[in-house]
Structures are given as C-alpha cells and as structure tokens.
C-alpha cells in the first residue's frame, strides 16, 4: 500500500460511454457564444513592447468545480474575470470582483501563494495607460467571497524593475520544497526575479543568491518550473530573446545552477513561448521553445525541440520532427488532444508585416517522432496575431480546449468536439495543501499512467506558456484503454498508487494518515462518511488494498485504519 493515501470528497465524473482513440479531432471557436470575448485594446503606442501582450489564466476561483478566465486588457480596456456557468457560457464579474485594472498589462499567473485554498492571480505589466513605468504589477489576493485585493506592494511582489516597466511571463511553483509557492518573473530589460515565499503572505527577491550570475542579461518572457530530471526539485526553464534562454538546474540547496550548454539548449534564437512533454513517451521530459523564422526561410532559427536523451542532456530535433517552422511564435502548450496516447503540440504566431495573418498551427503527434500539422483540418482557422495562448477543459468533458489572446484583436476559444472524450481520458485535479511540504493544487506532483502496452508521464506545474497559464492538472489519453493504472508521486517524495481506474475526471486529495479523509487532523464520523461516499461513488483512492475492486475488504480496511489513529 502507498506510503501516502489521498483521499477524495467526490469523484466529479467519468463521462460519458466508451469510444475508440483516435477520434476525428473537431474545433469550435466559441468566445462570443460563451459570453468571455475580449478585444485587446491599448491606448497609446509603445514601440515593439505594445505588440507582445497579451495573454491571461485560468482557475476555478470561485471553487464550484469549473474553471474560470482571467484575461489582460491592454491598457485601451480593463482586465477582465469571467465566471464559468457550467452551461457552456461565462458570466462578467470583472467589477463585482474588483479586478477591472487598466493598465498595460503583459501576462497572467494563476497559484495558491498564501495557502488558504483560494487561488490568487499575479498580473505582469509594463505600465500606466498613459506611459511604460516600473511597479505597476498587481497580485490579486482572492479573498474567498468573490472579491480580490491588490496586495502586490505589502507582498512585495510588486516592483521587478527599479525605472522601468517590462515583465513579461511569471509562473508559481515551489522550487525550495517547503510547501508553498515561490514565484518567477521574466524581463526583457534585465527585470529577470525570483521570489521567494516567506510562508507569511510576503515575499523576498532572492535573484541574486539562487540564480547564476547574468540573469540581468538575460532577455526574459517566459519562466517555468519543472522537473526535468525526476530527482524531485523542480528546474527552471527560462525562455529569453536573442539567444538567452538558460536551462537552470535546481540544486536542491535553494539555488540553480546554468547547465544551458552542457544541456544542448539555448539554440533558439529568439526565445518566446515554452512548452515540455514526454513526446515519444520514454520516460523523460522534452522541452519546446517558439521561436521566428522568415516566410523565406532566410533568417531565424525557428522553433526548437530539445529531445532529452538522459537527465539533463538534449539533442535537437525540431526539423526533423516538423515543428520547426513556425513563423514568428508566441504561445505553446503540449497536452493529448485526441486522446491516441501521444503529446501533442499547439502554438499561436504573428508579428508586424509582412507577418499579420500568421496561422496558429497544430501539431499533431504522429508516434514515429515526427508531427503533423492539422489546424485547418482540426477547425483552427485562426491567423492573425496570436500571443498569449492555454489550454483548458471548461465544459469538464475530459477534453483540452484552447484560448489564444490576440495583439489588438478579439481574444478566441477553441472548444474541443471530440465524441465522447470522457471515455477516452483521465483527469486528475489536486488537492495538496494540507500535507506539510507540500505546495497546493497538486503543483510538483508526477503522474505515470500505464495501460497495456504504454507508459505516460505527466507533471504538474503553473509555468507560463507566454504571457498566459493553462490548466492545474494531469490529463492524459488513454490510447483505446478503458482502464490505466496510476502511480502519483507527489513533491515531498509521498507516493500513492491508484489500480484499474476508469476514464474520467477525479479530484485527489494527498494525505499523510490513510484514516483522514477530511482532511483536517482529526479523526471523526466526518471521516467516515466522507470515505463511504467515495467508496459508494467508486473512487480511485476508496481502493484501500489497491486490487482495482471495491469490496468488504476496503470498508474493513478504512476501519482498522480509521480505530488505529494517526501518528
């Protein structure tokens, strides 16, 4: 049995009945339906900064079980917070919420930072509507009852830049394993940060200590932290322009180190969006970075795909992949579309003439280490100027749909029509704050999923696709299977293994004591009844013993357990 049983208050669903892999994969564009579009507007030009925004976030905020949007404005218009209304559309909650900003808002970052179970949103910006100007990032508390409060000056998270305002990509994650959520910004005129969270709602830039020197060189728009080599502390993918990008290795004493040439990275000429997926499904992940590359081919280096060959080492393979050519590339996210059991690969792009009507491009992977593109065939029609970009399942049906955020154009989302996707695929959500050491919303947690035959590896992690952050889960395609088996490895070393569970989408909650199913830190007929409801709803983690049946031997299990108490 795992050293560490999780638990669950609730299966949300396994949809849907059984259809085969491999569906044939449908997009809807559906923003205006849905009630979230957004014209991304600015007041005033800023030569070249104006045309990199902008992007957003999503996350269920208001914790009803379906994800909601947070969009940039653009400093012509404010930010804008949508609610999910679990039918298909959003509802506008921007001023009740109190998060109608307007500003020049960049990106948006989407973690727990406080630990209070309510998720917070980082706002990069490069200024006032009226001029570019240092300290105008915002973070917005979420105080629980459907408002937020700006706290970014007390947190001091607040300032990037002494005199100038240029952040671009942040994302949370928790590089010092000590259970709550750091924060790293990306600027292009050397506002490069790292925060570090005090665990008392405050931050302290530790920029100079933890990263290699030359960070202030370093010409930044997208951090990311993952765990590149599986040794449990999550590295820092740091994605720059003008060949800067740094692969940064976590060395577990609260600093990185710069294995950016001995990794074979930072090939990318101009480094803007980033990505990373196990592609060929061999037990390490892969890292993509976009990139420009002319029409004609004659200058840039395009986009690249750093296969990791073994731990910390890559060779690059994006030519012969097919993903090279991306013309002037901006967001990225990797995630299993149509559910075949491989990763695959979207990206948006544009840029000023002669590149305004760049098409955004899917690529599909075909399993033999090469990918397809398939937007046009996929419904993507989408060209134009593309920059932010996530991925999301709004509708909770087991499938990954996608937002692209456009430069002075209409924001738009991509619904996936896959059939039957909840049949095809498992989604697991976390819950993790309550376990000491562990950082909330499942953020380091590995996931490896085997079915006959395959073996998949997903990670949680809150980094910046540019400028924008896709869902907080693991979602994975089952490749035919109806069942997989589950083994969870969560940041501080905790293990779990989940057996024979069907498709669908389930909410784990990590736990240290296998009776505390609350979990709270006391044992009580609360307890009880929360496991007989997951056990009634066959949930994965009501598997006591481990054997994929729910019996007698569970109940019999949970209550020994339970009449043995926690240590």
Request: proline share 3%.
């Amino acid at each position: 049995m795992a050293f560490a049983r999780a638990l669950r208050v609730g299966m949300i669903a396994a949809l849907y009945v059984c259809s085969s892999a491999g569906a044939q994969l449908k997009f809807t564009e559906r923003a205006s339906d849905a009630g979230c579009s957004v014209v991304h507007q600015t007041a005033l030009q800023l030569p070249d900064m104006e045309f990199m925004a902008p992007g957003g976030a999503v996350g269920d905020f208001n914790r009803d079980g379906h994800l909601d949007l947070f969009v940039i404005g653009g400093g012509g218009g404010m930010d804008r917070l949508f609610l999910n209304n679990g039918n298909g559309t959003f509802t506008d909650v921007t001023l009740s919420a109190g998060v109608g900003r307007t500003h020049r808002g960049t990106g948006a970052a989407v973690g727990d930072y406080n630990n209070d179970g309510w998720l917070d949103i980082y706002v990069t910006s490069i200024g006032t509507t009226q001029m570019q100007s240092a300290g105008r990032n915002i973070l917005w508390r979420n105080n629980g009852n459907g408002t937020f409060t700006d706290v970014a000056q007390a947190a001091g998270v607040r300032m990037t830049h002494q005199s100038l305002g240029e952040a671009f990509g942040a994302a949370f994650g928790d590089f010092d394993g000590d259970g709550d959520l750091d924060l790293a910004v990306a600027g292009w005129q050397g506002g490069n940060r790292l925060f570090r969270n005090n665990g008392n709602g405050t931050f302290t830039n530790v920029t100079s200590i933890a990263l290699p020197a030359g960070m202030n060189t370093v010409k930044g728009y997208a951090p990311r932290f993952v765990d590149m080599n599986g040794d449990g502390w999550p590295d820092l993918l740091w994605v720059a322009d003008f060949l800067t990008s740094r692969y940064l290795i976590n060395n577990g004493d609260g600093t990185f180190t710069d294995a950016t040439a001995s990794s074979g990275t930072g090939l990318d000429e101009n480094g803007m969006g980033n990505t990373y997926g196990d592609f060929d499904n061999d037990g390490l992940f892969d890292w993509y970075v976009t990139s420009r590359i002319n029409e004609d081919k004659s200058a840039g280096s395009g986009n690249m795909l750093y296969r990791q060959v073994s731990p910390h080492v890559f060779e690059e393979i994006s030519v012969a992949a097919g993903v090279n050519f991306g013309y002037w590339g901006w967001g990225t996210e990797a995630t299993d579309f149509d559910h075949d059991g491989r990763v695959d690969i979207v990206a948006t792009n544009g840029w000023e003439a002669p590149n305004q009507a760049d098409p955004t491009q899917l690529y599909m992977n075909n399993g033999d280490g090469t990918f397809t593109d398939r937007a046009v065939e996929s419904g993507i029609l989408h060209a134009g100027q593309g920059r932010g970009l996530l991925t999301a399942d709004f509708d909770n049906k087991g499938s990954r749909d996608i937002v692209i955020f456009n430069t002075r154009q209409p924001m738009l989302l991509y619904r996936n029509d896959l059939p039957n996707p909840g049949a095809t695929s498992i989604t697991l959500r976390f819950v993790t704050r309550h376990v000491l050491g562990l950082a909330p919303d499942g953020f380091g947690t590995k996931v490896v999923m085997q079915t006959p035959g395959l073996t998949q590896m997903r990670y949680i992690d809150g980094g910046s696709t540019y400028l924008a952050q896709s869902e907080l889960s693991a979602h994975i395609g089952l490749a035919g299977a109806t069942h997989a088996n589950l083994t969870i490895t969560y940041a501080n070393g905790m293990t779990e293994t989940l057996k024979n569970v069907p498709a669908g989408i389930y909410t784990i909650t990590a736990r240290a004591c296998i009776a505390d199913f609350q979990p709270d830190g006391v044992l009580n007929f609360f307890d009880v009844s929360t496991f007989l409801a997951a056990f009634s709803a066959r949930h994965p983690q009501a598997d006591l013993n481990d054997d994929g049946v729910f019996d007698f031997f569970d109940v019999a299990g949970y209550l020994g357990a339970f009449s043995a108490g926690c240590q």
